[in-house]
T-cell receptor, first 111, second 117 residues
């Protein structure tokens, strides 16, 4: 039973444009929603998070939006840069510790 | 060290063999996690340690998998009688002591890629 879904396995965006990565979930019990970025041969690195009581959190070029009624999470990157090319995972936290990861979206930013 | 260190980075073994994967977390991080990432999938939770004890081992797929953290720092994931389906990247992560409730930001190692022939 896949609780967290990233339906787009890949996304290509022109440098300078906006990248929008999406994540859908089925369980309403998640407390925090996180995005991780992964480069080849490296572990995932934390990018940004949002609490379930908020609907938006911004950090520089990265903004995360949460729509609880639709059980939908998105990450906006603007402007996109070639160094943003990586696999992005959403990760949903229930309780204090456990994270459930999505399947990932590979973002390619074209110079 | 500054980050989470995992050894070996690559391990090739034959079906039925025993394998140990090691994780050295960030100094001072009391929480340690093991995840498994299969091809085309996201990381899947295996086990979580708080100090020396396994606080949650609900993700271990079967009794061939076992993990220890005897002194509350380095952890070893042990896989007995390996099967081809065990082939994956095994990721270790750590996080600092719970000073407050909030997003659980994990720092991951680069992973150990296990291939079972």
């Amino acid at each position: 039973d896949q609780q967290v879904k990233q339906n787009s396995p890949s996304l290509s965006v022109q440098e300078g444009r906006i990248s929008i990565l999406n994540c859908d979930y089925t369980n309403s019990m998640f407390d925090y929603f996180l995005w991780y970025k992964k480069y080849p041969a490296e572990g995932p690195t934390f990018l940004i998070s949002i609490s379930s009581i908020k609907d938006k959190n911004e950090d520089g070029r990265f903004t995360v939006f949460l729509n609880k009624s639709a059980k939908h999470l998105s990450l906006h990157i603007v402007p996109s840069q070639p160094g943003d090319s990586a696999v992005y995972f959403c990760a949903l936290q229930t309780g204090a510790n456990n994270l459930f990861f999505g399947t990932g979206t590979r973002l390619t930013v074209i110079p | 060290g500054a980050g989470v260190s995992q050894t070996p980075s690559n391990k090739v073994t034959e079906k039925g063999k025993y394998v140990e994967l090691r994780c050295d977390p960030i100094s001072g991080h009391t929480a340690l996690y093991w995840y498994r990432q299969s091809l085309g999938q996201g990381p899947e939770f295996l086990i979580y340690f708080q100090g020396t004890g396994a606080a949650d081992d609900s993700g271990l797929p079967n009794d061939r998998f076992f993990a220890v953290r005897p002194e509350g720092s380095v952890s070893t994931l042990k896989i007995q009688r390996t099967e081809r389906g065990d082939s994956a990247v095994y990721l270790c992560a750590s996080s600092p002591p719970d000073g407050y409730s909030g997003a659980n930001v994990l720092t991951f190692g680069a992973g150990s890629r296990l291939t079972v022939l």
